[in-house]
């Protein structure tokens, strides 16, 4: 077998059916339009089911959002007349407590039948909601969580989610592993936190399941929790969270472990940000079409 035709049957072999459950926002690089050819070039077939339609990112202040839950309550019983499975499913952005409702009922379901549920709670950033964000969603995002076998939240979201204070200075290991277990105390069976502070240094924290799963791998010699330090790149891109998400679940899915895709992920994206940093609107996050030769 010639070189290509390994590659190409080691893709085809390891090819998941992902489902994303996200918005779509018009011009600009993030959600659901950032993770689509990340995990298509990874090897996997990405299907689509917005939450929203949205005119841009919400940090230019105005913007206008076209709630998507009735499209979504017709789309699912067409999938299931037409017998659409799914490896995995990952869910964002929730705009109401119908939507989350329905989402969550779905996942559910497609999680008895042996779907893995990945939720990214996107809510907030810096110590802060959104723009556009309240309790409510936090408490949609809260709902989703429970059905959740990972979730990646970043350390202002993850806080929101459990209830503990913001702090600028982070936090310490022991109060990470804290943070970790009221996570899946939630109902999640595994958790990473991104954008975290600990003893001072930039981290990525994770807390893997006690038990196997079957949807992606884990070492359990390398114990219960895992810290992951990275130097910081001062520029704030938007959509950066989507990538992450999108890395560490395309190579989870091909059956590499949890710690070692999360490593893979935080490359990722440092990668993508020191080649992109000079461009003049971060807003409109990286043009990750033009930069899949650093996956």
């Given at each position: 077998?010639?070189?290509?035709?390994?590659?190409?049957y080691?893709?085809?072999?390891?090819?998941?059916?992902?489902?994303?459950?996200?918005?779509?926002?018009?011009?600009?690089h993030?959600?659901?339009?950032?993770?689509?050819?990340?995990?298509?070039?990874?090897?996997?077939?990405?299907?689509?089911?917005p939450?929203?339609?949205?005119?841009?990112?919400?940090?230019?202040?105005?913007?206008?959002?076209?709630?998507?839950?009735?499209?979504?309550?017709?789309?699912?019983?067409?999938?299931?007349?037409?017998?659409?499975s799914?490896?995995?499913?990952?869910?964002?952005?929730?705009?109401?407590?119908?939507?989350?409702?329905?989402?969550g009922?779905y996942?559910?379901?497609?999680?008895?039948?042996?779907?893995?549920?990945?939720?990214?709670?996107?809510?907030?950033?810096?110590?802060?909601?959104?723009?556009?964000?309240?309790?409510?969603?936090?408490?949609l995002?809260?709902?989703?969580?429970a059905?959740?076998?990972?979730?990646?939240?970043?350390?202002?979201?993850?806080?929101?989610?459990?209830?503990?204070?913001?702090?600028?200075?982070?936090?310490?290991?022991?109060?990470?592993?804290?943070?970790?277990?009221?996570?899946?105390?939630?109902?999640?069976?595994?958790?990473?936190?991104?954008?975290?502070?600990?003893?001072?240094?930039?981290?990525?924290?994770?807390?893997?399941?006690?038990?196997?799963?079957?949807?992606?791998?884990?070492?359990?010699?390398?114990?219960?929790?895992?810290?992951?330090?990275?130097?910081?790149?001062?520029?704030?891109?938007?959509?950066?969270?989507?990538?992450?998400?999108?890395?560490?679940?395309?190579?989870?899915?091909?059956?590499?472990?949890?710690?070692?895709?999360?490593?893979?992920?935080?490359?990722?994206?440092?990668?993508?940000?020191?080649?992109?940093?000079?461009?003049?609107?971060?807003c409109?996050?990286?043009?990750?079409?033009?930069c899949?030769?650093?996956?």
């Amino acid at each position: 077998m010639s070189n290509s035709a390994e590659i190409l049957y080691l893709c085809t072999r390891n090819m998941k059916q992902i489902l994303l459950v996200n918005d779509v926002v018009g011009g600009s690089h993030v959600g659901m339009v950032a993770m689509l050819p990340i995990l298509t070039y990874l090897g996997h077939a990405a299907y689509n089911l917005p939450t929203a339609l949205v005119s841009n990112t919400l940090d230019y202040g105005r913007f206008n959002v076209l709630e998507t839950t009735d499209y979504m309550r017709g789309t699912i019983p067409v999938w299931r007349e037409l017998g659409f499975s799914f490896d995995a499913v990952c869910t964002g952005l929730m705009f109401s407590e119908s939507q989350a409702r329905l989402v969550g009922s779905y996942c559910r379901e497609l999680s008895q039948e042996g779907t893995t549920i990945f939720v990214d709670p996107i809510m907030g950033d810096g110590g802060r909601l959104y723009n556009g964000m309240g309790p409510e969603n936090v408490a949609l995002m809260r709902e989703m969580v429970a059905v959740a076998h990972l979730i990646f939240p970043n350390y202002t979201e993850a806080c929101y989610l459990t209830g503990l204070e913001y702090r600028p200075e982070g936090m310490s290991w022991d109060e990470a592993r804290q943070m970790l277990d009221r996570l899946v105390g939630i109902g999640t069976r595994s958790a990473i936190i991104t954008s975290a502070k600990v003893d001072g240094r930039h981290c990525v924290v994770g807390r893997r399941s006690e038990e196997p799963l079957a949807g992606f791998q884990q070492n359990i010699a390398e114990g219960l929790y895992f810290c992951l330090p990275y130097d910081e790149i001062p520029v704030l891109f938007h959509g950066t969270g989507d990538i992450f998400s999108a890395v560490l679940m395309g190579h989870l899915l091909r059956g590499e472990p949890l710690k070692l895709s999360t490593q893979t992920a935080m490359n990722v994206v440092s990668r993508l940000i020191e080649r992109n940093r000079d461009l003049p609107d971060k807003c409109r996050g990286i043009p990750i079409e033009q930069c899949l030769d650093l996956l």
